[in-house]
């Protein structure tokens, strides 16, 4: 069962253990962090627009299939895209993949151009595709349906 509560455009979104609140970012006018609470764990993902947080909020109540267990006995875990600090400088985007393995997409050489990682390994969708991309939306897109697809047919480079 869902619920939703909602006091001047912030909101807090119910189901079976999962609370997701939507919290003011105090850097950018009309953006919000999602605050999600589990019976085991709590994550904070920051600075989405107002619709567009508010749309994934609710997407991660109706759909439980968004969380999964990263092993046996294992707590939830969000198959959501996070960002942390690459290793050699800049970004990356990250979330668990299938039965908890990673997928992640940064910038291996700083040089502008994404690439799409399973675990450590770079991929390619095909022989004569490198998995480079302009932006890192792209990358999360296909590392989205390929994980849909629980990452059969990938080619590591």
């Not at 509560?5 to 003011?24: D, F, I, M, N, S």
């Not at 764990?41 to 109706?62: F, I, M, N, S, T």
């Not at 040089?111 to 022989?127: A, E, K, L, N, Q």
Request: aromatic residues 10%; glycine residues 8%.
């Amino acid at each position: 069962m869902q619920s939703v509560t909602t006091t001047c455009r912030l909101a807090t979104y119910k189901c079976e253990g999962l609370h997701v609140q939507l919290l003011p970012c105090n850097n950018t006018p009309d953006h919000f962090k999602l605050e999600l609470t589990t019976p085991d764990d709590h994550w904070v993902y920051g600075d989405c627009p107002g619709d567009e947080a508010h749309k994934v909020a609710r997407k991660l109540v109706r759909s439980r299939k968004r969380w999964s267990s990263p092993g046996p006995g294992s707590y939830w875990q969000p198959k959501i895209w996070n960002v942390r600090d690459y290793c050699r400088g800049g970004k990356e985007f990250w979330r668990r993949g299938p039965e908890g393995t990673e997928l992640c997409v940064h910038k291996p050489h700083n040089d502008g151009i994404w690439r799409m990682y399973w675990i450590t390994s770079p991929i390619v969708r095909d022989t004569g595709d490198l998995g480079i991309f302009d932006t890192p939306f792209e990358a999360m897109g296909i590392l989205d349906n390929l994980a849909a697809n629980d990452m059969k047919g990938v080619l590591l480079d």
